[in-house]
């Protein structure tokens, strides 16, 4: 078959996906290297689409999105500045696509997922403020996606980005910071957790949240504070139970 044939296109974006997804299960069983190897393989495939057709928005995705995933691995190899290439070549990658289709909530949402792994290379390498430039900008543009469409997941991932951005503060020291974005991510949880009571993993996302607070609390030596919350959080993991 051509390159250019449909079908082959659509055969070789299959065997992409099968090795992601193989990279996946190498990756939740330790084996990294195993993991990476299936997830460089992915990569080329994507990336022999992409020049084959450099017009294709989702081909030029496939190839950020295994991009991510490698940085994933080398994360768990503890190879940071590799880590921190792949994440930046995947962010430079999706901005493209953000740039060439600004409507496009996907690709939005493409970005901010690039920019948080970005942020967390960052503060495992205590940059602090480049942790907080990238964090930043990645809530900017959830608060965006937000206004577009006001689903509980699109508000759980402003709660996971004002908890990233308490977690650098709490890292560098300045624990009134910290505790300020874990109130604010309080809130965005506590809301989603009340509309969908049934939703077991919001339920573990707000016993979280109450546990982040009573730590900042505690360490400003508000004891009570931090035990009520921390009773909250109980609560909520003894009805999980």
């Known amino acids: 078959m051509s390159p250019q044939d449909p079908e082959y296109v659509r055969w070789q974006r299959l065997t992409a996906i099968s090795y992601s997804q193989l990279a996946g299960v190498y990756l939740m069983q330790g084996k990294l290297e195993e993991s990476l190897l299936a997830n460089q393989k992915d990569l080329a495939i994507s990336e022999r689409s992409a020049a084959g057709d450099p017009t294709s928005a989702e081909n030029r995705y496939d190839v950020a999105a295994a991009r991510v995933r490698i940085g994933d691995v080398r994360i768990?190899?503890?190879?940071?500045?590799?880590?921190?290439?792949?994440?930046?070549?995947?962010?430079?990658?999706?901005?493209?696509?953000?740039?060439?289709?600004?409507?496009?909530?996907?690709?939005?949402?493409?970005?901010?997922?690039?920019?948080?792994?970005?942020?967390?290379?960052?503060l495992r390498q205590q940059q602090y403020d480049a942790a907080l430039t990238v964090l930043s900008e990645s809530l900017e543009i959830k608060r965006g996606l937000v206004e577009q469409d006001d689903h509980p997941h699109a508000r759980r991932s402003m709660m996971l980005s004002h908890n990233r951005?308490?977690?650098?503060?709490?890292?560098?020291?300045?624990?009134?910071?910290?505790?300020?974005?874990?109130?604010?991510?309080?809130?965005?949880?506590?809301?989603?957790?009340?509309?969908?009571?049934?939703?077991?993993?919001?339920?573990?996302?707000?016993?979280?949240?109450?546990?982040?607070?009573?730590?900042?609390?505690e360490f400003f030596g508000r004891h009570r504070q931090a035990r009520s919350l921390r009773q909250q959080a109980l609560a909520i993991s003894e009805r999980l139970a």
């Open 165 to 217: 951005i308490g977690d650098v503060h709490a890292e560098r020291g300045d624990h009134r910071a910290a505790l300020a974005e874990y109130e604010k991510a309080n809130q965005f949880i506590v809301e989603v957790a009340e509309a969908t009571p049934e939703n077991l993993g919001y339920q573990r996302d707000l016993s979280t949240s109450w546990s982040l607070m009573a730590n900042e609390h």
């Open 76 to 122: 768990e190899q503890g190879m940071f500045p590799e880590a921190l290439a792949e994440f930046e070549h995947a962010a430079t990658a999706v901005r493209r696509l953000v740039r060439d289709d600004p409507d496009n909530a996907d690709w939005k949402n493409s970005l901010t997922v690039a920019l948080d792994r970005i942020g967390k290379v960052h």
